[in-house]
């Protein structure tokens, strides 16, 4: 089997979470070489238009990707892979990490309707770009994560970055949201952001600011960890179509990033 495409073991996982097969008599594509396909543009960055012959017609292939990211099919099965998890024990809550990374966006990413900001689009110190808002799970695995316009700082998105991710669990309850115990960089060190992980019971594992002074009770043995949320946006980027954007709406290439998480899980 080539590289790019998904592997058995990865199928099984996978298959059950995807849409059912239309029966309306057209000849549908099997889900499988569809997929396979989508994944070669998300590791090669090439054009769809450069998709090979194996994987069925490139039109389908990209038709496909956009409207099952339009339908929300990846976000879904991102949110079902995490159930899983947690219910085999396999997500740990002990603690979280949140850190923020810049991807360069192609020249061919800007001239959508709506304007760069509505687009997740904007200029940082490295040009034209948009950030990803990562929340990580305690073994270093994608939990949620969020876009914006290159230039906007990650404390700005960090309340709406700890309300995604809700996990269902066995039985009657709420969904679980909070970690034990949230890790950052120096960035997330705000009162507003203290208080806030105070209110929801979270233990802020935050190093002060040099203007700020010095925090008396810090763990820093759980800090030592945070390198497993920077190793984490390590492996996304080895997907080019994550490490650069080339999609003109910011919905697409959220599919693409969801699709790079979806693959952390598999």
């Known amino acids: ?84 998890a947690d219910h085999a024990g396999q997500l740990d809550w002990s603690k979280h990490f949140v850190d923020g990374t810049v991807i360069r966006a192609h020249q061919h990413a800007a001239g959508a309707r709506g304007g760069q900001q509505q687009e997740a689009l904007g200029r940082s110190r490295g040009g034209f770009s948009t950030k990803i808002h990562l929340r990580a799970e305690g073994s270093g695995k994608p939990f949620a994560f969020l876009l914006s316009g290159g230039e906007r700082h990650e404390a700005a998105f960090f309340a709406p970055l700890m309300q995604l991710g809700a996990v269902r669990r066995p039985g009657r309850g709420r969904p679980r949201t909070r970690p034990d115990k949230l890790v950052g960089d120096k960035g997330y060190s705000y009162d507003s952001i203290r208080r806030d992980l105070r209110r929801r019971g979270v233990l802020a594992v935050v190093p002060r600011r040099r203007n700020q002074g010095k925090s008396t009770h810090f763990d820093r043995e759980t800090y030592r960890e945070r390198n497993l949320v920077e190793r984490l946006v390590g492996r996304l980027k080895r997907w080019r179509r994550v490490a650069t954007r080339y999609e003109k709406r910011g919905w697409c290439f959220e599919g693409m990033v969801a699709l790079a998480c979806i693959l952390e899980w598999l």
């Open 1 to 84: 089997m080539c590289r790019r495409e998904i592997t058995d073991e990865q199928w099984v996982r996978l298959a059950p979470l995807l849409p059912a097969k239309r029966g309306n008599g057209r000849p549908y594509h099997d889900h499988r070489a569809i997929v396979s396909g989508i994944l070669w543009v998300l590791r090669t960055g090439a054009p769809w238009r450069d998709v090979p012959e194996r994987f069925g017609k490139r039109t389908t292939v990209y038709s496909r990707f956009r409207r099952w990211t339009a339908q929300g099919i990846w976000t879904y099965v991102f949110a079902r892979l995490l159930e899983l």
